[in-house]
């Protein structure tokens, strides 16, 4: 069986072993680094990716957080920092154990941006592995155009294939897909339009008086723990704002306008200084449409918790 995949990210990275098994061909179509996402498709070309047993964090003393930009080390190195780079030199020696220094399968695995710069995947054992069997084919490039026979390449070859596995990213709009609705009809939509998404803690937003989000934006903790961190965090946040409300007779609860622009600029002063908005070249869905980082915390996973510990009560109209 002939079968082809396109490559992206984190599903690329625990279904091609697999897919390696008992195929005839199997061909990945991975764009180069740098190349620029297709529409509206996130997550394309390379990332880093680590052996599942390699340490992403910074174990050396003082050496710092691997997402923070050390303006001085970053203008002489592709890294952004000393702990970033310790990172890096441990991504770039797994590359070259498993295909050989300056191959041609390890440049066409090698992203051109620091780490972190779009989301670290792990490799379990058998994706870089599984890229070096003969006969998987990595093609650097995207599909020109897909027909019934297989897929073409931008060179016009054609490549006959019985399958086609599409693991390409995916768009993020955050709550699109719902009609949320404020004061004086005010759509949230509209108020995040451009697809540039911000909120207070626990996803407050004002005129949207009761509007709490778990997930909410610039609240994902993307540099250490998973996504169940900060949903854990938030929904403790959430329950102190109901208990707030209840204490004060309140039945709404909604963030001030000064509050939210000062906690908003906050977090984008920030973000100035992290890697997410020091590596353009890397196309992540951490950022929007707009070219703002709207996924990430620029906070240390400590300071997220300490923050969200319980509402401070100036910051909202109870009513």
């Not at 592709?78 to 154990?97: E, K, P």
Request: hydrophobic share 45%.
């Amino acid at each position: 069986m002939h079968e082809e995949a396109r490559a992206a990210g984190a599903v690329t990275t625990f279904i091609l072993g697999c897919l390696a098994i008992g195929l005839a061909v199997l061909v990945i179509f991975q764009p180069p680094p740098g190349a620029e996402p297709a529409g509206t498709v996130v997550e394309v070309a390379p990332t880093w990716a680590p052996p599942v047993d390699a340490p992403v964090a910074a174990a050396e003393p003082g050496a710092g957080i691997s997402q923070l930009v050390d303006p001085e080390w970053a203008a002489s190195h592709l890294s952004i920092s000393r702990a970033n780079d310790m990172l890096l030199q441990d991504c770039l020696a797994y590359i070259d154990r498993t295909f050989g220094a300056g191959s041609e399968l390890a440049t066409k695995v090698t992203p051109d941006f620091a780490p972190f710069g779009k989301r670290i995947i792990r490799d379990p054992g058998g994706y870089y592995p599984a890229l070096t069997r003969e006969h998987v084919e990595v093609v650097a490039a995207e599909p020109a155009r897909v027909t019934p026979a297989g897929i073409v390449t931008p060179d016009g070859d054609l490549i006959e294939l019985d399958a086609i596995v599409y693991a390409t990213g995916f768009h993020l709009d955050f709550l699109s897909t719902m009609e949320i609705r404020g004061r004086d009809g005010k759509l949230l939509t509209e108020e995040w339009a451009g697809n540039d998404p911000r909120a207070y803690r626990g996803g407050t937003v004002p005129g949207f008086p009761n509007l709490f989000i778990t997930s909410a934006p610039n609240a994902n903790p993307s540099h250490g723990a998973g996504n169940n961190f900060g949903i854990e965090v938030a929904v403790h946040y959430i329950v102190e704002c109901l208990q707030l409300m209840a204490l004060r007779g309140a039945t709404t609860m909604e963030v001030t306008a000064q509050a939210f622009d000062d906690y908003v600029d906050a977090i984008d002063e920030a973000m100035a200084r992290t890697v997410w908005c020091h590596t353009p070249n890397a196309h992540t869905y951490y950022r929007s449409g707009s070219g703002r980082v709207v996924v990430a915390t620029p906070y240390r996973l400590v300071d997220v918790w300490h923050q969200h510990r319980a509402p401070i009560e100036e910051h909202f109209h109870l009513r």
